[in-house]
């Protein structure tokens, strides 16, 4: 399974982004997709996560300003960033845990946000 993922950029305090990951392959299905974000110098976070039943978690910074999506015919997912603010500036991973003759996982490549103040 490859994946790779869009978005990201620079954006001013208040603005909104949108992030997309698209995972491709062959004989392969998704049990969860997820996003996480990581600062230079501190671990990888979680931001959100959908499962192939729909089911979403979000941590605590995230609720009622980001949303996660998905395309399941495509297997893509969005994370829709609103009202984005300078202590969201990271890179940001997307995450595919699937089944491919046994369980895997996969990450994007990661895309920088830098939110100015």
């Known amino acids: 399974v490859h994946v790779v993922e869009s978005g990201g950029g620079l954006v001013q305090a208040g603005d909104s982004l949108i992030l997309s990951c698209t995972a491709s392959g062959s004989d392969f299905s998704i049990n969860s997709m997820g996003w996480y974000r990581q600062d230079p110098g501190k671990q990888r976070e979680l931001v959100a996560e959908?499962?192939?039943?729909?089911?979403?978690n979000y941590v605590d910074f995230a609720k009622g300003r980001f949303t996660i999506s998905r395309d399941g015919a495509k297997y893509t997912w969005y994370l829709q960033m609103n009202d984005l603010k300078p202590e969201d500036k990271a890179d940001y991973y997307c995450?595919?845990?699937?089944?491919?003759?046994?369980?895997?996982?996969?990450w994007g490549q990661g895309n920088r946000v830098t939110v100015s103040s």
């Open positions: 995450d595919v845990e699937f089944w491919h003759e046994g369980p895997g996982e996969d």
């Open positions: 959908i499962t192939d039943t729909g089911k979403i």
